[in-house]
């Protein structure tokens, strides 16, 4: 599969979310068979991210990380395997355990 660099707010250390966000440059995400990528035009940085990003969510996270729940945007890559969705598609998703990976991603 095809690697991508994409533009991201990463938080750079855990903290004071005004302090630690920052936009980056990063490589995009090597993608096994059953993943998909999204060119995320909107994402939602949310109260449990702002949480998460400060280390006061009960889930905690290592530092840098891309913090966004709420995800939509066009798919741009696409697995071996994956089925019901093609390149161009609009979709949108909830990203809940890491930026990579949505369990459901639904078109419209």
Excluded: N
């Excluded at 690697?3 to 750079?12: C, G, N, P, R, Y």
């Excluded at 990528?37 to 891309?66: N, R, W, Y």
């Excluded at 089925?83 to 369990?103: A, E, M, N, P, T």
């Amino acid at each position: 599969m095809a690697k991508h660099t994409m533009k991201a707010l990463v938080a750079t250390a855990i903290g004071p979310f005004r302090e630690v966000l920052k936009l980056q440059e990063i490589d995009g995400p090597e993608i096994d068979d059953e993943c998909v990528v999204i060119a995320v035009e909107s994402c939602g940085l949310a109260f449990p991210d702002v949480l998460t990003i400060e280390g006061k969510h009960i889930m905690k996270k290592q530092a840098p990380f891309v913090p966004g729940i709420d995800i939509c945007g066009r798919v741009i890559e696409i697995g071996l395997s994956v089925k019901g969705i093609k390149l161009g598609d609009r979709v949108f998703g909830y990203c809940y355990r890491h930026i990579y990976s949505v369990s459901e991603v639904q078109t419209w």
